[in-house]
C-alpha cells in the first residue's frame, strides 16, 4: 500500500503528464502552441497512465482527432510522450530520405494522420499503418528502396503494441479495425481498371464493413506533392469505389443465381422437380453469401461446381 509521501510523488508525476499531453491537444485543436512545453519522463507518463488511463487515452484522441494533428503529434516529440508511448511510431522520426532516396515516413504518417477523415479508426489506422517500414527496408541492386511485407509486419508490431500498453483493449471494435486498416492498407491503391467484376466483388466482400473506412485511409494516404499524380491516385480510388456501388446495385436487383440453373441442374444429375432441387439451390445462395461462391455465374459453372461436391449438395 502506498504512503502518502509516494501517494504525492506519483500523483505530481501524473499531473505533469496529464499538463502536457493537455497542451498537446489543445495545439492539435486549435492549431498553435500557447505556451512552451515542459518535458515528461517516462515516470510521469507512467503515472499518469497508473491513475487514470482513461484520461490518457481521451487526450490522445484529441490530439488525433484536432484540426492540426500534425502540431499535436510534434508536441508529443518534443516533449518525450511520443518516444514512450508510441515507441513503433517514435522509431520513424529520422527515417527518412537521407542517402535512400525515400520520403520521410514520419512526416509522411503525420500528413496521411492530417488528411484523413475525422473519425477515430481511420485517424488511428492512420498513425500507425506505416510502422512497418522501419523494419523492412531494404535496396535492390539497382538502389530502389523497397518496403516489401511492411503492413503484415506493421500488424504483428500493432499487436506486441497493444499487448504491453492495452491502450485500446477497452474498446475491442476499435482496436480491431485499426489493426484490420493497418493489415490492408494498400489494397485499394492496387486497383486498375483491368480488375473483373468479380474481382471487385471479391474485394468488396473480403473488406466488408471496413470498405468506406479502407477507401478513406488509402485516399489520405496519397501524400505525393505532384498534382497530377495525386489527382490519377484519387480518381483510381473514386473509380474503385464507383464500381463497387454500380454492382451491389446491379445485385440487389438481380437474383443470384441465372434463371436456367434449375432445368440444366435436372439435365446433369437426372433430377425431378422436387424439394431436392429447391434444396440444392438453397445451399448454392448460401454459399454465393458467405462468400465461397461467385454469384451471377453462367449455369455451367454452378452445375460443375455441385458436380466436384455432390454429397455437399445431397446428390447420390
Not at 225 to 254: F, T, V, W
Amino acid at each position: 500500500m502506498k504512503t502518502d509521501q509516494s501517494a504525492a510523488v506519483t500523483a505530481g508525476h501524473a499531473d505533469r503528464a496529464m499538463d502536457a499531453l493537455e497542451l498537446a491537444a489543445v495545439a492539435s485543436e486549435k492549431g498553435r502552441l500557447d505556451e512552451v512545453a515542459s518535458s515528461v519522463t517516462e515516470a510521469d507518463l507512467n503515472a499518469a497512465i497508473e491513475l487514470d488511463a482513461k484520461a490518457v487515452r481521451a487526450r490522445l484522441d484529441r490530439i488525433i482527432m484536432g484540426d492540426d494533428p500534425e502540431l499535436g503529434l510534434d508536441t508529443l516529440l518534443e516533449v518525450g510522450a511520443l518516444r514512450v508511448l508510441f515507441p513503433d511510431v517514435h522509431a520513424m522520426v529520422g527515417f527518412s530520405d537521407g542517402e535512400w532516396r525515400h520520403k520521410d515516413v514520419w512526416k509522411h504518417t503525420k500528413q496521411v494522420v492530417r488528411q484523413a477523415v475525422p473519425r477515430l479508426e481511420v485517424r488511428w489506422a492512420s498513425l500507425f499503418h506505416d510502422i512497418g517500414k522501419t523494419k523492412t527496408r531494404s535496396i535492390s541492386p539497382d538502389g530502389k528502396v523497397h518496403f516489401l511485407g511492411h503492413a503484415e509486419v506493421g500488424t504483428r508490431m500493432f499487436d506486441k503494441f497493444e499487448r504491453r500498453s492495452s491502450m485500446f483493449s477497452p474498446e475491442p471494435a476499435l482496436r480491431d479495425t485499426i489493426r484490420f486498416l493497418v493489415l490492408h492498407h494498400l489494397r485499394a491503391n492496387q486497383y486498375d481498371q483491368a480488375w473483373t467484376d468479380s474481382a471487385v466483388r471479391r474485394f468488396a466482400r473480403e473488406l466488408g464493413h471496413h470498405l468506406d473506412d479502407l477507401l478513406c485511409l488509402a485516399r489520405a494516404d496519397i501524400t505525393t506533392k505532384r498534382p497530377e499524380k495525386k489527382r490519377k491516385g484519387l480518381n483510381q480510388i473514386d473509380e474503385l469505389s464507383c464500381r463497387i456501388g454500380q454492382l451491389a446495385a446491379e445485385d440487389a436487383k438481380l437474383p443470384p443465381l441465372p434463371s436456367g440453373v434449375g432445368d440444366l441442374m435436372m439435365k446433369a444429375f437426372g433430377l425431378a422437380p422436387s424439394r431436392l432441387l429447391g434444396d440444392i439451390k438453397k445451399k448454392l445462395e448460401a454459399a454465393i453469401e458467405n462468400g465461397e461462391i461467385e454469384p451471377h455465374l453462367p449455369s455451367e459453372a454452378y452445375v460443375e461446381l455441385i458436380a466436384k461436391d455432390k454429397a455437399r449438395f445431397g446428390i447420390v
